[in-house]
């Protein structure tokens, strides 16, 4: 029994130390580049929970009346700077100089806040511009970074540069031509001397730099808007499981990578289709199900009806029906979904949705836009706000779908995607995307 008691004690020690060594890897978390040190990030997520693993550990040996207590106090202080911000009580303050309270002006400090706006949420009013706009001012916050800024006509630069009149120097970036980029701006209560926009290749995501002059000092602050919803793991390969490489799906089983199929062989777009492909595949292979079988019943499966549903391709051009996207939101998945460009027909019954994100949305897929219904002159302007110029009317669907196929070109792809309802032209999405599927096989 003494022998077992002596055991239980060296591994306690042993443990005690493994997650002091851990919990202290976790104060330079903010230091390691994710790139070279990939489980540092995951130390940072759990750090909470190491740190009372520690206070518990520092417990247990004070208990016991062992020196070994020091090895978990020791972690515990190491991410003191880690707790004093978290905790934010008078006895857990920050030792920085001058003292920061939140909340609260600090006279001598300069305060720099950042906001993602989302466009204000659309609002005509100006509301919740006006109610940021009074929180800074209780703040006296010195500079305030925008993400998302996006600006519509009713409540335009003039009415928010009247709002935030506290700041009076402003910098509003506007995308390049051809670019539809996350807008950003910084309102500043001291002059902005130099400004630039800085561009990422292949994102609508930037970031802004500009010179800023306090009290006869420069500073040069930096605004950003990175991508943050790129974390999938189908862009990886696996060393056991399914992953999608460029545009072909791949099964691993440990030992090799069995190319199951390329994703122009299914009758299905878009990405959240292609994990939908792998986990199919995967429960498949799970059950025994033989390679050629999944891959031949692939290759027949079609779209949901009127969910980015293939129809058919006629004279090079290929026809999707998406007449369930009767909201921004949801038609914003059929434009993200096209791999060619797009013709695009949209409009329908006024919901007075805001339509600036589905607009932003083509990203250079869509090549003319066709309107019908109630909504086409808003979503023109809406448009037209954005940059984007291409735009035909029509006052019939029929005349809609023909001007659609007058522009399409062999390798385009002609989409109804309406981001509107169907009421007051159709009984239901059901019947309008059915009139769209007996048009193009009428062709």
């Known amino acids: 029994m003494k022998a077992f008691y002596r055991l239980f004690y060296y591994i306690s020690i042993v443990l005690t130390s493994i997650l002091a060594g851990v919990t202290i890897a976790g104060a330079f978390v903010g230091n390691a580049a994710p790139d070279s040190f990939k489980f ?31 090895i978990p106090l020791i972690a515990i202080f190491s991410n003191w700077g880690y707790i004093s911000c978290v905790l934010q009580s008078p006895f857990f303050s920050p030792a920085s100089s001058p003292m920061v309270k939140m909340n609260v002006y600090t006279p001598g ?27 800074m001012r209780n703040l006296q916050a010195d500079i305030l970074c925008f ?24 910098y509003i ?38 010179d800023i002059e306090i009290n006869g000092r420069t500073i040069r602050l930096f605004n950003n808007h990175l991508q943050t919803t790129e974390v999938s793991q189908n862009k990886r390969k696996l060393e056991k499981g399914l992953y999608l490489d460029g545009e072909d799906i791949f099964y691993a089983d440990g030992t090799t990578d069995t190319k199951v199929i ?24 799970s059950f025994g199900v033989p390679m050629d079988k999944i891959v031949e019943v692939l290759k027949r499966f079609q779209a949901v009806e009127h969910r980015i549903e293939y129809v058919t391709e006629k004279r090079g051009v290929k026809f999707y029906n998406d007449s369930k996207g009767t909201n921004p939101d949801a038609a914003i998945k059929g434009i993200q979904a096209m791999n ?38 808003k979503i023109a302007e809406t448009a037209r706000a954005h940059g984007f110029e291409d735009i035909e009317m029509a006052d019939t669907f029929e ?15 002609v989409l109804l995607s309406p981001a ?15 009139k769209f599927k007996e048009l193009v096989n009428n062709l």
């Open 109 to 135: 400090v300069l305060t720099v806040a950042t906001y993602n706006v989302d466009a204000f949420n659309h609002e005509h009013t100006g509301y919740s511009c006006k109610e940021i706009a009074s929180y």
């Open 262 to 285: 390329n994703v122009n062989e299914l009758n299905i777009l878009g990405k959240h289709n292609y994990e939908n492909v792998m986990a199919a595949v995967g429960m498949s292979v």
């Open 340 to 377: 060619r460009p797009t013709v695009l027909i949209g409009g329908g019954y006024d919901k007075d949705s805001a339509y600036d994100e589905w607009i932003d949305s083509f990203d250079g897929k869509v090549k003319k836009l066709v309107l019908l219904g109630a909504t086409r002159d």
């Open 399 to 413: 005349e809609a779908f023909a001007k659609c196929v007058e522009n399409a070109k062999p390798g385009d792809a």
């Open 173 to 210: 970036p506007s995308s390049p031509e051809g670019k539809n980029l996350l807008q950003l701006a910084v309102f500043s209560r001291y002059p902005i001397k130099e400004e630039h926009l800085i561009i990422y290749p292949d994102s609508k995501n930037c970031s802004l730099a500009c």
């Open 147 to 170: 993400q998302e800024f996006g600006i519509n006509d009713e409540f335009g630069i003039d009415s928010i540069s009247a709002a935030l009149s506290n700041w009076p120097y402003h």
């Open 40 to 70: 540092m990030p995951f130390i940072g997520l759990i750090l909470p929970i190491l740190l009372l693993a520690n206070l518990a550990s520092a417990i247990y040996w004070t208990i016991r009346w062992r020196c070994w207590v020091f």
């Open 420 to 434: 509107c309802a169907s009421w007051g032209m159709f009984k239901n999405y059901e019947e309008r995307g059915d």
